[in-house]
């Protein structure tokens, strides 16, 4: 006979007097059989206790700097493990290649068999969130239950707290709901059962279970797990949800901010491009995208707090970030290389230790892991944990509940040989096509091989949870149904030639100066088969304003010419891709057929290779 859990809190969930609610954690008390339930509501208490604890747990450890820790997941739970997320099949709805499901009842045994007793011993935490600004049309009321301090801590750092938000539910069963159990631990508090990580999302019920992990990107239920629910839940409403920043772009002479959203796969420089100095952010990594009133489009962070990739950053490439990864206040630092209570991280600016602790445990260099591999002194995925209004480029309407207005919409790929840096596209639709043609080099942030270019639609693809037709249909009906869409951009900071990046890490904010004044109407641009390309002139002058900076026209030639060869190689692998998808609009085909066709126009022009920008006029 299972005995009762001890409870601390129980009066608050009974105070919510939600039906669906009471049942969901009572099921997973019977389940997973927690020796302790507690009920927090985020009030500064709960918050305490949540810290305190994960520190007496083991979950983090103290750093010299007031307010930061540091969490370590194990070794071979540094990323997303695609492989075993799975949706959980809807009977009569199709799911589309490329979704990882599995038939329903068969996830449900295979999951609820797992889970059985799966936090014996262990604290069980109620915790209430909200997806979306507090008391807005985009909030998403969330559920979270896990036996991982660490989690809720993060998730206190990431999101709004929601127990208000559960409160104004007024006992409807409207929210999502996720489930996540650590599951049995080495003695360094790591989940050992690897061989059994899941996470099944079921969309009928809007849940998630996850176990047998740690990473955020897997545990946390908020983060990617909700976005599934939530694509799914948009379709059927008139907002969508996507994978994207959102920022505003400040240009100090016209004294005006203009806010774009983007979308750029893990790695590609989505939150270096959020974090701009002199530009504000609202958001680096999930937006919600409705209609407004005004007949355009406004965005609204999922999130409040920052989930980031911490490799690369340093006093002179990321002033900003620096200032704050390196002063008092609350952050969580999680798979990075610790000596002394100092933190370390790849290509930070600082000298490296021999000797510390790090994701694989005691670390000294040299070490190996058990395939023979050198273990790198900090994971290639290690990241920091804080909240958005620690920065002073924090947006001033970043928890507006009616988001920003969304002036334009970028979306970005990481690939060596063919995109120009920036470009306009043609159309709405037209935009929609860049988006769903993305290509980018894969990075760490998913288990596997890195450096192969991978085709990644709006870079959103490992998260659908919808047939990637249905999702590029309804994003095409979004877009002209407003009377005021925004202009979508596609973007491209890697071009390399001979291994050489072709362009420098700050050129990324010319481009976005570029867009910001297109969407005022204000540059004009060369017309190409791919999209409007900005003139030299424009860019030169824009380089002068910027960084006093002589952009030469060899320079814009390397970085604008139109690689008509590997572009319409791109073509091909999209015919191919595409003509193996379902129900993919009418309009997507159109776009391409376009693109193709001036391209091998222009192929017959220019011959074979490249073209100039300076030969569109
Ligand atoms: C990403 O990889 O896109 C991230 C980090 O934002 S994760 O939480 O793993 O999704
Ligand atoms: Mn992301």
Redesign the pocket.
């Known amino acids: 006979m299972a005995t009762s859990p001890a409870y601390q809190g129980r009066k608050k969930l009974r105070q919510l007097a939600n039906p669906r609610l009471t049942a969901i954690v009572e099921d997973v008390v019977r389940l997973c059989r927690p020796a302790k339930v507690t009920v927090l509501t985020g009030s500064q208490d709960d918050m305490e206790y949540v810290r305190e604890m994960a520190l007496a747990k083991g979950e983090e450890f103290p750093l010299a700097v007031p307010g930061h820790t540091v969490h370590f997941d194990g070794y071979y739970d540094q990323?997303?493990d695609t492989r075993n997320t799975r949706i959980l099949a809807v009977p009569g709805e199709s799911m589309g290649r490329g979704i990882n499901a599995i038939g329903r009842s068969e996830g449900l045994a295979e999951i609820h068999g797992l889970m059985g007793g799966i936090m014996a011993g262990r604290e069980m935490l109620v915790c209430f969130y909200d997806l979306g600004p507090v008391n807005s049309r985009f909030s998403i009321p969330s559920l979270q239950i896990t036996d991982s301090f660490y989690v809720a801590h993060c998730q206190n750092l990431l999101y709004r707290q929601g127990y208000e938000e559960f409160r104004r539910l007024n006992g409807s069963p409207e929210f999502f709901h996720f489930i996540h159990g650590v599951g049995e631990v080495d003695e360094r508090g790591n989940s050992r059962n690897l061989h059994w990580r899941r996470t099944f999302i079921d969309l009928q019920e809007n849940r998630v279970f996850t176990i047998n992990n740690q990473y955020?990107?897997s545990s946390l239920g908020l983060?990617?797990l909700a976005f599934r629910l939530s694509i799914h839940q948009s379709l059927r409403e008139e907002w969508m949800c996507e994978?994207m920043f959102i920022s505003g772009v400040f240009r100090p002479v016209k004294n005006r901010i203009t806010y774009f959203t983007g979308a750029f796969p893990?790695a590609s420089g989505k939150t270096s491009t959020a974090m701009i100095p002199g530009h504000t952010i609202v958001g680096d990594?999930l937006a919600f995208i409705g209609p407004g009133t005004d007949g355009g489009a406004w965005a609204a962070n999922v999130e409040q707090g920052i989930?980031g990739i911490i490799e690369d950053i340093n006093a002179a490439d990321d002033p900003l970030l620096w200032r704050v990864l390196t002063t008092p206040r609350e952050i969580i630092f999680s798979n990075v290389l610790v000596k002394d209570g100092v933190p370390y991280w790849s290509n930070m600016g600082r000298e490296i230790p021999d000797h510390g602790f790090n994701h694989s445990g005691e670390w000294h260099r040299g070490k190996r892991d058990a395939e023979g591999k050198e273990i790198p002194f900090s994971s290639k995925n290690s990241r920091y944990t804080l909240r958005i209004d620690e920065l002073e480029n924090a947006d001033p309407r970043a928890n507006d509940p009616q988001g920003v207005p969304v002036g334009g919409v970028i979306f970005g790929g990481r690939d060596p040989d063919t995109s120009v840096p920036v470009l306009e596209a043609l159309t709405w639709a037209h935009g929609v096509y860049c988006g769903a043609t993305i290509e980018s080099e894969t990075t760490a942030?998913t288990l596997g091989r890195q450096g192969v270019l991978k085709h990644n639609p709006m870079a959103i693809v490992e998260f659908l949870s919808i047939p990637l037709g249905r999702y590029l249909s309804k994003y095409l009906q979004f877009g002209e149904a407003l009377r005021v869409p925004p202009r979508i951009f596609r973007t491209n900071y890697f071009l390399r030639e001979n291994g050489r990046f072709l362009n420098g890490k700050l050129d990324k904010k010319v481009w976005l100066w570029w867009m910001e004044g297109r969407v005022h109407g204000e540059f004009q641009a060369l017309r190409t088969p791919i999209g409007w390309i900005p003139r030299y002139d424009d860019l030169r002058s824009l380089f002068l304003e910027i960084f006093a900076k002589d952009y030469r026209v060899e320079d814009y030639e390397s970085h604008f010419a139109l690689r008509i060869d590997r572009l319409l190689e791109r073509i091909g692998r999209m015919e191919a891709a595409f003509a193996a998808e379902d129900h993919i609009p009418e309009g997507f085909f159109l776009e391409m057929e376009r693109e193709k066709r001036e391209l091998e126009e222009a192929r017959k022009y220019f011959g074979e290779g490249q073209a100039s920008p300076l030969a569109f006029t």
């Open positions: 990323a997303r955020a990107g983060k990617k994978h893990s990594d989930f942030a």
